[in-house]
């Protein structure tokens, strides 16, 4: 499976982005889809995940991103509001195929930058 993210960009603070993530094949067998991220000169740091079972946020994007699965169109997205230059950093979505595995698949990563 490849997975394709898009959406990134440069926005000033408190502005808002949509990052997509589509795989080239179903996305109805993984067990969880989400997004990382990794700030220059920082580890990548789990931002969003989604599973049938509900979805996790990091704490510094809790109420602010929103994520979101469509297995129809074999897509996970990612609504992010309220933009903070702590923000910025090269996001990657990923999916994993059982909960006890590391992630499968990874996307190649799209930058979002967010000026003050």
């Known amino acids: 499976v490849q997975l394709q993210a898009s959406g990134g960009g440069l926005v000033q603070a408190g502005g808002s982005l949509r990052l997509s993530c589509a795989a080239s094949d179903s996305t109805r067998s993984m067990y969880s889809m989400g997004w990382y991220r990794q700030a220059p000169g920082k580890q990548r740091e789990l931002v969003a995940t989604?599973?049938?079972?509900?979805?996790y946020y990091a704490d510094s994007v809790e109420d602010r991103f929103t994520i979101s699965r469509d297995n129809a169109k074999n897509t996970v997205s990612l609504q992010m509001i309220n933009l903070k230059p702590e923000d910025t950093a090269v996001y990657y979505c990923?999916?994993?195929?059982?909960?006890?595995?590391?992630?499968?698949?990874w996307g190649q990563g799209t930058l979002v930058t967010v000026s003050s």
């Open positions: 990923y999916a994993k195929l059982d909960m006890l595995q590391s992630v499968n698949y």
């Open positions: 989604v599973t049938d079972y509900g979805n």
